[in-house]
C-alpha cells in the first residue's frame, strides 16, 4: 500500500440526475388494498372457524379418524398464528410508510414505528409513545397461546352408546318330542334327564354363561326374542290350621304341614306343569296356610334379552310376567316307554325344590317338634324373634316367606337354557336390538374453544387497523432495507426511479456490487480503498457506510468516524 500522489484519482460527489420516470404514483382503496395482509387476517378467522368445525364435528363421536382432532387443531392454531404474525409485519410496513408520508413526522417517529412491529419488549416498554403498532404487536405475540389452549378443547373419554342394530340370534320356538328326560315303569313316571337336558342342568347349577355365536352384539344388546317358554296362570287359597296345645291335630299326633313346596307333571297332561306351593305365612296358632298354584303351560313366548358380546341372559329386570305370549303349544302325550318333553323339567325342579316342614305334638316332653325335609323349608323360613328361633314349647311363632316368585323365575331361566340348547340351523331369526356399547369418544370442551377464537380475534381486531390509510399509497411498499434506503436518498442507489418498488429498484441495481465499511475522503474526494492514508493526513474525514468495494476498507480498530 502506497502513500496517496497527487494523481490518485478520487471519487468526486456525485450531483442528482433526475432520471426518466417509469412508475407512477397511483393510490386507490382497490388497487392498492394489501391482499396478502388482508388475506392472511381473512384466513386467520377461518382458521377460528376451522377449529369450531373440528370440534363441532367429533363431539359425541367414535374415536376413529385418522388423525386425532387434537393434531388438527394444533395445525389450525399453528397456521393462525402464523397468518396474524405475517399480517403484523405487511401492516407495519403499511403503517410505516404512512406515517413517514405525514407532516411533522420526526426519524425517532420512524425508528419507533419499526421498532414497535418488531420487539414485543419495545413495544411493551412504549410507555408515552405507545401506539396502535405497539398494540397490534402485543395482541399479535399473545396468539401462540390459543395453542394450548385449543388442545385442551378435544379429550378422549369412554361413554355408552346407543344405536340400533340388526341381530341374528338362534333359539328353537318350541322344544322337540321328548327333548328332557325319559319315562320308564308302568306308572309311565320320569326317570332320567336325557344328555340334551342335564348338560342345560349342569351349567344352571355351574352359573355357566349362555352363549350364541356370531349374533352381531359388540357392547350390551338390549332386545326381545321369540323361544320355547311358558305361560303362568297362578290361583291362591286358604285352608284353615290349628297348632294350639289341646288341638284335636295335635292331641292326636298328627302333623300340619306349615310349609311344602313341588312340582307335579302327568303324561296325561303333557303341555303343562304344574307348582304348589303351601305355607304359614301367620305368626298365630289358629289361622289359615296360604295355597298357591300356578299352572305353567308350554307357549311361545317374546323373551326380553341382554346380550354381552356373544353372552345372553333373560333382562335382570323382568320376569315371566314380561313375556309376551305368542301362541300355547300343543305337546304330544306319550303313552309308552321313552321321551318326555316337559317331564324332565319337572322331575330336575323337583330335585332341587321337593320340600316339606311339619308341626306334630310329640307328647309331654318336648310336646311339639318342627321336621323338615328338602332345603327349600329351611331357606324360606322365618320367625317372630330371630333371636328366639324356634321354641319347641310353643312352635306358633315359625312362618315362611312365599317362594313362588323365585321357584316361577328358576323355572322360566331353566326353560329359556332349554329353549337356547334346543335351536338348530332351522331355527335362526333376525331381530332388532339396541346396542349398547361402551367406547372411546371424543368430547369438545367448548369454554377452550372460545378461549381460544378470543385470543386470535384479539390479534386479528387489533391488527386490521394498522393497515388503515393503505389508499392513500401510490403503490406497494415494504420494509425492505434497499427500498428504506432509496427513500434515504442512499447515494450508491442515486440515479434510479424514485418510485420503484422493491422489485423494481433490484432489477436496475441488484447487480451492483457493495460492502460496508470505511470510506475515507481527503479534501471530499473518496480514497480507493487500496491505498495507504497515514492517520495525520489534514482535511480527512472518515465514515462508515456502504458504498462500492473499490473505496471499502476494513474498519479500523479504536477508530472515530464522522457522518
Known amino acids: 500500500m502506497s502513500f496517496l500522489p497527487s494523481k490518485q484519482p478520487i471519487v468526486q460527489s456525485t450531483p442528482y440526475n433526475p432520471v426518466e420516470t417509469r412508475n407512477t404514483w397511483r393510490t386507490g382503496f382497490f388497487s392498492r388494498l394489501p391482499w396478502g395482509g388482508i388475506s392472511a387476517l381473512i384466513g386467520a378467522v377461518l382458521c377460528a372457524a376451522a377449529s369450531a368445525a373440528i ?6 363421536k367414535v374415536n376413529d379418524w385418522r388423525l386425532q382432532p387434537t393434531v388438527y387443531l394444533a395445525i389450525t392454531s399453528a397456521l393462525s398464528s402464523i397468518l396474524v404474525h405475517y399480517a403484523l409485519s405487511v401492516g407495519v410496513s403499511y403503517s410505516w410508510w404512512r406515517k413517514a408520508m405525514k407532516e411533522g413526522t420526526t426519524v425517532n417517529d420512524l425508528h419507533r414505528y419499526w421498532e414497535y412491529g418488531n420487539s414485543l419488549w419495545s413495544a411493551t416498554l412504549a410507555g408515552k409513545h405507545f401506539n396502535l403498532v405497539a398494540l397490534a404487536t402485543i395482541m399479535a405475540s399473545i396468539t401462540p397461546v390459543s395453542g394450548p ?36 315303569g308302568r306308572g309311565h313316571l ?23 355365536s356370531n349374533t352381531g352384539c359388540e357392547g350390551i344388546c338390549s332386545a326381545v326374542i321369540q ?21 284335636p291335630s295335635q292331641l292326636n299326633f298328627n302333623e300340619t304341614k306349615v310349609f311344602s313346596s313341588n312340582f307335579s307333571y302327568s303324561e296325561s297332561n303333557p303341555d303343562s306343569i304344574q307348582l304348589n306351593v303351601q305355607y304359614k305365612a301367620t305368626t298365630d296358632c289358629v289361622g289359615d296356610l296360604v295355597v298357591s298354584t300356578c299352572l305353567l303351560r308350554a307357549a311361545v313366548v317374546e323373551y326380553p334379552v341382554v346380550f354381552r ?3 345372553v341372559t333373560l333382562n335382570p329386570n323382568s320376569s315371566i310376567t314380561d313375556d309376551k305370549l305368542k301362541r300355547y303349544l300343543k305337546v304330544d302325550p ?49 320367625t317372630a324373634d330371630d333371636k328366639a328361633a324356634y321354641n319347641a314349647a310353643n312352635n306358633c311363632n ?15 331361566e331353566i326353560m329359556f337354557r332349554t329353549a337356547i340348547r334346543a335351536a338348530n340351523a332351522s331355527t335362526i331369526q333376525k331381530v332388532q336390538a339396541t346396542e349398547v356399547a361402551i367406547r372411546t369418544v371424543y368430547r369438545s370442551h367448548y369454554l377452550f374453544l ?7 380475534m384479539l390479534g386479528v381486531v387489533f391488527v386490521a387497523p394498522i393497515f388503515g390509510g393503505w389508499w392513500h399509497l401510490g403503490r406497494g411498499m415494504s420494509m425492505s432495507p434497499i427500498e428504506t434506503a432509496k427513500a434515504f436518498s442512499a447515494p450508491l442507489l442515486k440515479g434510479h426511479d424514485s418510485n420503484a418498488g422493491t422489485k423494481g429498484i433490484l432489477e436496475e441495481v441488484g447487480t451492483k456490487d457493495l460492502r460496508y465499511g470505511e470510506v475515507v475522503r481527503v479534501n471530499g474526494g473518496g480514497i480507493r480503498g487500496d491505498v495507504y492514508i497515514p492517520p495525520d493526513t489534514p482535511n480527512t474525514t472518515r465514515t462508515l457506510e456502504m458504498a462500492n468495494p473499490a473505496w471499502v476498507r476494513a474498519p479500523q480498530e479504536g477508530s472515530r468516524y464522522s457522518g
Not at 334327564?193 to 348338560?199: A, D, G, I, R, V
Not at 323361544?227 to 288341638?247: E, V
Not at 315359625?398 to 322360566?412: E, G, Q, S, Y
Open 55 to 60: 370440534l363441532l364435528a367429533s363431539d359425541g
Open 149 to 184: 389452549l385449543i388442545q385442551r378443547a378435544s379429550s378422549v373419554v369412554a361413554q355408552e352408546l346407543n344405536r340400533n342394530i340388526s341381530m341374528t340370534v338362534n333359539m328353537s320356538p318350541e322344544l322337540p318330542s321328548g327333548f328332557t328326560g325319559i319315562i320308564s
Open 190 to 212: 320320569v326317570a332320567v334327564l336325557t344328555s340334551n337336558f342335564s348338560s342345560v342342568m349342569r351349567d344352571y347349577n355351574n352359573k355357566a354363561s349362555t352363549n350364541m
Open 227 to 247: 323361544g320355547a317358554g311358558l305361560a303362568m296362570n297362578c290361583s291362591q287359597r286358604t285352608i284353615p290350621f290349628d297348632l294350639s296345645s289341646g288341638s
Open 309 to 311: 358380546n356373544d353372552s
Open 334 to 382: 306319550n303313552r309308552t316307554i321313552g321321551g318326555t318333553t316337559l317331564g324332565g323339567i319337572a322331575l330336575a325342579l323337583n330335585n332341587r325344590f321337593l320340600s316339606v316342614a311339619a308341626s306334630r305334638f310329640t307328647g309331654a316332653v318336648g310336646p311339639y317338634t318342627l321336621e323338615t325335609n328338602g332345603s327349600l323349608a329351611t331357606e324360606y323360613v322365618a
Open 398 to 412: 315359625i312362618t315362611f316367606f312365599d317362594p313362588i316368585a323365585d321357584l316361577v323365575a328358576v323355572t322360566r
Open 450 to 456: 372460545g378461549l381460544s377464537i378470543l385470543v386470535t
